[in-house]
């Protein structure tokens, strides 16, 4: 009988695609890439052609080795890595890492779901692997260890240990520096909006909008300019002079790519990218269903630049819309979307449910709340592709009093069509006008009331409000806008949006504050660093270009080693010149605040490893290490007075005794906090540590040590495991109610109520977690 080995990525996948195959298949998982390009050195060789020297890690040697064990029982080995350029090259790695015997067939299966038809369709024709894409990939892998590895030294000689450069990420972190330039740099400007609240003879009762004075465009842009509107408008009569009706259609936006996907789960779910491409992941390797139907792949391929929908899908989606909404909702025929990126490379359909009948409520009881969040909004979405136009009709009014032009609108949801399933989310759009009297020119989705007009007609007015407003600045980016404006760009792809944008944040360049992300200080340093030494590296249009040649690697239209020597060759050259030609002190100015009247030492703001902090005196100045200081992040570097420097360094202040230990109020890299002894405790957001007292502090304090023992007590004691003998037991953690027995902790689903889940549930809680070893958070969180 023979035996076919087939590798996959991981455990999860292995599992749901082992159900499809017969018992001939073995399935096994090689646990992500089995070779890589070890983290000790550059690797490449870039005297011989750029070769690379892959390694089998440390923490794969064992993979490699159980794998070539059941290889070498097998008659043939079948790659079924997923599709893309990265599934490929680990597909490559795998063949190069591995023995195969002379008479051992290696054979490349590729699926964008994972379901049996996919799965079989994909067995019944297999292929070789693409080398195309294995060289892109490489290509891809090659240049940006030959910029994050000559590029990232120079910024640790030039501004300090710790810091990458790479060839998206350095463009992502100039984008949001350049954004939070124009925030810091905008001017808010006074302008007044004016409306009136009329009414007809009907006594029905409508806003209007003033929008000129003389026919022409008219906004007041100041109180007196707004108070003489107004005494224009004193006794003035009002009059319809024009009224428009217009019927429009709202067509539904396309089916999910990666990016879309990400950008809505932002806006909608107030998902993380990387939280949005796990969770999705997720999905797609396969849940276990229950009842005898084992694990199926809930969701297609993830990582795709595709809008398509297969014809399986197309008519699925017109049962489904047939079945839940009526006939009045299907199409008379499929609507197909065609796809508009740049460089399209990814798998080849859009991201959709496997099986279309498989309704968000069908599921409530088998996802966690994250994951029927996910589905839910890739279900909408689809079969919203395939639902009727929705049909609105838009009414404006032109009322004239005195000089003077009012506008008045409403609109009627004639039909809603997809709009019952599904409407899109916006970002704030960066160069939307600012003034609010334009908002109602914006497309609305809902209804907005507006009497029957016509014209001649003769509204009272009620009321006149005049409001104040100023003009806003561009809004900071989101992970979401952010995605959006690096494909818009051709900057990465949508496989690489989510580590790029985790990077710079765990390298410091960027924090998140609720959605916005915004530079830290040494993401100014760096950027205006690199723009002025190594303007291509930052540079959107040199980048994107890069990213169009790579794509043209894969394609087979240019080669990767002559593409790879026309950037290195230059850019090494330019790095070792500029290495000897830019300072440290150049780059990391410092600036000198004043004098301490009380030591006569000069009071110096810094840029350090953690941020600017402010100095007194400097280290020659006396044998001791200076004294420093923190700037807080809503101060920043450019804005401290020595009168705040002073302050700061004023840290840590004595606040008086309890029990002969010293109560202090410090300041801290992540805020300013009370220590008394061993106990610590941070500071209220809103608190000023400058007026911080001892009451306050003994109270913080008491408050403190109540929090934690509160913490250590069980919410509800449920027996003992089993297992282990540990006494199981439901606590509240930081991230929600979780069950433990002492040794291993397990986050409480959603599907479970923290207050009534029996030893039974528990205890099948805490084996899945002792299986699945440990993990981030996630489960049970109170709403």
Not at 228 to 243: H, R, S
Not at 315 to 326: N, P, R
Not at 489 to 511: K, L
Not at 751 to 766: E, M, Q, Y
Request: proline residues 5%; neutral net charge.
């Amino acid at each position: 009988m023979s035996s076919h080995l087939v590798i996959v990525e991981s455990p999860t996948k292995a599992k749901t695609i082992k159900r499809f195959l017969g018992k001939d298949f073995s399935v096994h998982a090689s646990m992500g890439h089995v070779r890589d390009l070890p983290s000790s050195k550059i690797s490449v060789d870039t005297e011989n052609d750029f070769e690379a020297h892959y390694e089998v890690p440390k923490e794969k040697a064992a993979v490699i080795k159980k794998l070539q064990k059941e290889l070498d029982e097998a008659d043939s080995l079948w790659i079924a890595t997923d599709e893309d350029r990265e599934g490929e090259a680990i597909g490559w790695h795998l063949t190069e890492a591995l023995k195969c015997k002379k008479n051992q067939d290696i054979k490349r299966i590729v699926f964008h779901e994972i379901t049996k038809e996919a799965i079989d369709a994909a067995a019944a024709n297999p292929r070789d692997i693409d080398m195309k894409l294995v060289e892109a990939q490489q290509a891809r892998r090659i240049l940006d260890r030959l910029v994050g590895y000559t590029l990232s030294p120079f910024l640790w000689s030039k501004v300090y240990r710790g810091l990458s450069a790479g060839r998206v990420q350095s463009v992502a972190v100039r984008i949001i520096v350049d954004r939070e330039r124009e925030v810091k740099a905008f001017i808010p400007v006074e302008y007044w909006t004016i409306g009136a609240k009329l009414e007809t003879e009907k006594k029905e009762e409508f806003f209007a909008d003033l929008k000129k004075k003389d026919g022409k465009k008219f906004v007041p842009s100041n109180k007196e300019e707004s108070d003489q509107t107004l005494a224009d408008l004193k006794d003035a009569d009002y009059k319809v002079e024009k009224v428009e009706e217009k019927e429009l259609k709202k067509t539904p936006p396309p089916p999910f790519t990666t990016s879309t996907l990400q950008q809505e789960a932002g806006r909608k779910l107030g998902f993380s990218v990387k939280q949005t491409m796990v969770v999705a992941q997720q999905l797609y390797e396969g849940m276990s269903m229950g009842k005898g139907e084992g694990s199926t792949g809930l969701i297609t391929y993830m990582r795709t630049d595709s809008v398509n929908l297969s014809d399986k899908a197309l008519t699925d989606a017109k049962a489904v819309v047939e079945q839940q909404f009526g006939r009045e909702y299907i199409l008379s025929a499929p609507r197909k979307y065609k796809t508009k990126s740049k460089g399209a490379q990814e798998a080849h359909e859009a991201i959709r449910p496997t099986e279309m009948m498989r309704t968000p409520a069908s599921l409530k009881d088998i996802l966690d709340q994250q994951q029927l969040k996910l589905y839910t909004l890739i279900w909408n979405r689809t079969v919203s592709t395939q639902m009727a136009d929705a049909q609105l009709k838009r009414i404006g009014a032109d009322i004239v009093a005195a000089a003077y032009t009012f506008r008045a609108t409403g609109q009627t949801v004639l039909f809603d069509g997809f709009m019952r399933v599904y409407s899109e989310g916006k970002d704030e759009s960066d160069d939307e006008k600012r003034n609010e009297e334009e908002a109602e020119d914006e497309k609305q989705d809902g209804e907005k009331f507006l009497p029957d007009l016509k014209e001649g007609d003769t509204p009272k007015c009620n009321e006149i409000i005049p409001e104040q407003h100023f003009t806003k600045p561009p809004p900071r980016y989101t992970e979401a806008s952010l995605v959006k404006k690096l494909e818009e760009e051709g900057i990465g792809r949508p496989s690489t949006y989510a580590p790029t944008i985790n990077t710079v944040q765990v390298r410091g360049y960027i924090r998140k504050e609720g959605k916005q992300l915004i530079p830290e200080d040494v993401a100014f340093t760096v950027t205006d660093l690199l723009a002025e030494h190594f303007p291509d590296v930052v540079d959107l249009t040199f980048t994107a270009t890069m990213e169009q040649s790579l794509d043209d690697i894969a394609d087979g239209k240019q080669d990767r080693v002559k593409f790879l020597k026309g950037f290195f060759i230059p850019f090494e050259k330019l790095v070792k010149s500029k290495g000897k030609e830019v300072q440290r002190e150049d780059v990391l100015k410092e600036k000198i605040l004043g004098t301490d009247p009380k030591s006569g030492l000069e009071v110096l703001v810094r840029t350090g490893r953690f941020g600017p902090y402010v100095q007194l005196g400097r280290p020659d100045d006396k044998k001791e290490k200076p004294k420093s200081a923190s700037v807080p992040k809503e101060i920043g570097k450019d804005n401290i007075t020595l009168e705040e420097a002073l302050d700061l360094l004023s840290f840590p202040k004595e606040l008086g005794e309890k029990d002969k230990e010293v109560i202090t109020v410090n300041l801290g890299r992540f805020g300013p906090y009370i220590r008394w002894g061993k106990q610590t405790a941070t500071l209220p957001e809103d608190s000023n540590p400058s007026k911080f007292t001892f009451d306050d502090a003994l109270k913080l304090l008491s408050e403190a040590k109540e929090k934690k023992k509160k913490a250590s007590e069980p919410l509800k004691v449920l027996g003992t495991d089993p297992n282990t003998k540990g006494e199981v037991q439901v606590k509240e953690g930081r991230y929600g109610p979780y069950v433990t027995d002492g040794t291993t902790n397990a986050s409480i689903p959603v599907r479970f109520d923290p207050n009534t889940i029996d030893i039974i549930d528990a205890c099948d809680l805490l084996e899945k977690k002792r299986a699945r070893g440990p993990s981030k958070r996630g489960g049970w969180k109170k709403k």
